[in-house]
């Protein structure tokens, strides 16, 4: 019997075994290719979703363990009005290979969800866990402040 998982606020019929990441559900049966597999193992944050208002490792997750909707860059890129996030990461020219944006993006939405006005410190706290190989560390946390209301360019 086929499992029902919102994501961006729609209903699925998943035909995955339970056991299965939601990372490969989004990505091999909703077609879905915000999220990325970076390791596999939680430790990089290329698969980041928002499973209710938490960000979360879609790569660890079993789709059976999904209770809450998922959200995805694609649907908080979707939202009307949009997220100011998203423009933010693009006034600051955030992504050079992009492999990471996704990720990053998710992880600072839900963050600034929680804490509209995030400081520096408490972004570069939220995104330890997310790795960049590019580089663009830097432009990345620009463009989260400039969201949270900080630092203006």
């Known amino acids: 019997m086929p499992l029902t998982i919102v994501v961006n606020r729609q209903p699925h019929a998943v035909n995955s075994s339970p056991d299965t990441p939601l990372l490969y559900v989004l990505r091999n049966e909703l077609q879905l290719n915000g999220p990325k597999f970076g390791c596999g193992l939680a430790q990089c944050g290329a698969c ?30 979707a939202q009307n009005p949009p997220n100011p996030l998203i423009a933010s990461f693009v006034k600051h020219q955030a992504a050079q290979c992009g492999y990471c944006i996704s990720g990053m993006v ?47 360019s």
Do not use: F, Y
């Not at 980041?48 to 890129?77: N, Y």
């Not at 400081?119 to 400039?146: F, K, Q, S, Y």
């Open 48 to 77: 980041t979703v928002h499973l209710g208002d938490d960000a979360v490792r879609s790569c660890v997750l079993p789709v059976s363990g999904v209770a809450l909707p998922i959200t995805t860059v694609e649907g908080l890129a």
């Open 106 to 152: 998710m992880t600072s939405a839900a963050l600034l969800k929680q804490k509209p006005h995030a400081t520096r410190a408490e972004i570069i706290a939220a995104l330890d866990g997310n790795l960049c190989r590019c580089g663009t560390h830097l432009r990345i946390l620009e463009a989260v402040e400039d969201a949270a209301g900080g630092k203006q």
